[in-house]
Each structure stands twice: as structure tokens, then as C-alpha cells.
């Protein structure tokens, strides 16, 4: 199984800018997003799977983003960005704990 390469987004500039510019991501590969509770893909030309997370870093809502869509977790406080297929290759389930493949998502 692929490690976990993360880029972290802790700032609001980078929040928001997100994965747009960015090459498209390979499986292994994601974006954590801090603090966040909705993500967007406006400007993505690819979906992309999202976990969002609590402060414990357990998984609150899976879900598909699609070009130009929304998903939305009002008790998230992280969202995790990932290559397409990435929830169904790592066996990631709603309420799982991955607090040790992510960095920290209590601060801030």
C-alpha cells in the first residue's frame, strides 16, 4: 500500500487557492486543509475523493467532488483532498481514525 504524501494548507490564501494550479493528483497523494468545513471544485477539471475530519482526525463524511460541485461538513474542522480512488484503495470507512497518516488538526 502507498504511504501517504501530504501538502498541508494552513493559511487562508492557500486554503482557498487549494489544488488549482496544482498537477493532478496520483494515488498516495492529497491536500489537508485546516480549518475547513466545505470544499469546492470550481476551476478542478477532475474529481476528486474527500474525507473530512474532526480534531480527533476520524472521518465525519466521505465523499466524490466533482468539477465545479460542493461538498459540505458542518462538523468537520479538516478536509482531506485525494486522488480519485484514494477512499476505496486505503479502505477508509466513515467514523476510522487516520490520525496517524495526517499531521495534527486540533491547532488553530
Not at 468539477?67 to 477508509?92: F, K, M, N, Q
Request: aromatic content about 10%.
Amino acid at each position: 500500500m502507498k504511504p501517504l504524501q501530504l501538502r498541508c494548507a494552513y493559511r487562508w490564501r492557500d486554503r482557498a487557492r487549494g489544488l488549482i494550479g496544482y498537477p493532478r493528483l496520483r494515488l498516495g497523494q492529497g491536500l489537508l486543509i485546516h480549518p475547513c468545513r466545505a470544499v469546492h471544485g470550481w476551476g478542478m477539471r477532475y474529481p476528486l475523493d474527500v474525507a473530512f475530519l474532526d480534531r480527533q482526525a476520524r472521518i465525519r463524511k466521505m465523499g466524490v467532488l466533482k468539477p465545479g460541485g460542493w461538498l459540505v461538513c458542518w462538523t468537520a474542522c479538516a478536509a482531506l483532498e485525494l486522488a480519485p480512488g484514494s477512499l476505496a484503495y486505503y479502505g477508509w470507512k466513515e467514523g476510522q481514525c487516520v490520525a496517524a497518516l495526517v499531521p495534527p488538526v486540533t491547532h488553530g
